[in-house]
C-alpha cells in the first residue's frame, strides 16, 4: 500500500462546474499537506498550503484536511479551461527536512 | 511565491557525454534542494536531497557516482548526469525548501533531457 493514494483520472468536467480532487494517506505523523498543480512540460506550482486539519480558502480554491480521516481536499469553484492540468497532493512530516510524499497525481480536463 | 530557475530547459547530447543542469533560488537562501526525476504521466521520483557545505543524500536504487549533485552555495545547487545513455532520458525538475509558516518546497520548471 502506498503512503499516499491518489486517482489519476482522467477528470473531465465541463466549464463551470466544482471540482473535487481528493487523496488519501497512512501515515498519521503527517502534518503538513500540499497541492500542486503541474501543467504538461513544466515544475509542479505551489496552489494551496495547509497544515493541520482544517480548511484554507484562496479565491476559486479551497483545500481541507481531515487528520481523523487521513484524507485531504481540494476544491475548485467556477473552473476554467485553465486550470486543466495535473494536480499533486503531498505531505510532510516536521522536521524531516521538508521531504515530500507524493501522490500520483490526478489529470483535470475542464471542457469549455 | 519563491521564484526558482532551472538551466538549461532542454539538452540534448550524445550518449556518453556528461550533461550539468543548474537549480537556483533567485529570492531566497536554501540549505536544502531536492532533485525529481519525472518520467510521461507519472508522478516526481525524488532522487536525491542536496544541503549546502555537505554531501547528498541519495534515495535507495539512485546511482550517487552517475548522478552527481553539488550544493556549493544557498542559492545554486547543480546536477551532472555522467555518461549519459539513452535511459537517462527524462524530466529532471528540482525544487527549493522554504520554511515559512510551514515546511514547503517551491518548484522549478524542469530540464528536459535526451540523450541520443
Redesign the interface.
Known amino acids: 500500500q502506498k503512503e499516499v493514494e491518489q486517482d489519476p483520472g482522467p477528470l473531465s468536467v465541463p466549464e463551470g462546474a466544482i471540482v473535487s480532487l481528493n487523496c488519501t494517506y497512512s501515515n498519521s505523523a503527517f ?2 499537506f ?1 497541492w ?1 498543480r503541474q501543467y504538461s ?6 496552489l494551496m ?1 495547509t ?1 493541520s486539519s482544517g480548511n484554507k480558502e484562496d479565491g476559486r480554491f479551497t483545500a481541507q484536511v481531515d487528520k481523523s480521516s487521513k484524507y485531504i481536499s481540494l476544491f475548485i469553484r467556477d473552473s476554467q479551461p485553465s486550470d486543466s492540468a495535473t494536480y ?1 497532493c ?1 505531505m ?1 512530516i ?1 522536521g ?5 510524499i ?4 490526478t ?1 483535470l480536463q475542464v471542457k469549455p | 511565491g519563491a521564484v526558482v530557475s532551472q538551466h538549461p530547459s532542454r539538452v540534448i547530447c550524445k550518449s556518453g557525454t556528461s550533461v550539468k543542469i543548474e537549480c537556483r533560488s533567485l529570492d531566497f537562501q536554501a540549505t536544502t534542494m531536492f532533485w525529481y526525476r519525472q518520467f510521461p504521466k507519472k508522478s516526481l521520483m525524488l532522487m536525491a536531497t542536496s544541503n549546502e557545505g555537505s554531501k547528498a543524500t541519495y534515495e535507495q536504487g539512485v546511482e550517487k557516482d552517475k548522478f552527481l549533485i553539488n550544493h556549493a552555495s544557498l542559492t545554486l545547487s547543480t546536477l551532472t548526469v555522467t555518461s549519459a545513455h539513452p535511459e537517462d532520458s527524462s524530466f529532471y525538475i528540482c525544487s527549493a525548501y522554504r520554511l515559512i509558516e510551514g515546511e514547503t518546497q517551491y518548484f522549478g520548471p524542469g530540464t528536459r533531457l535526451l540523450v541520443l
Open positions: 502534518q503538513y500540499m500542486y512540460r513544466k515544475g509542479p506550482e505551489l498550503y497544515y499533486l503531498a510532510s516536521s524531516n527536512t521538508g521531504k515530500l507524493f501522490g500520483q497525481g489529470t
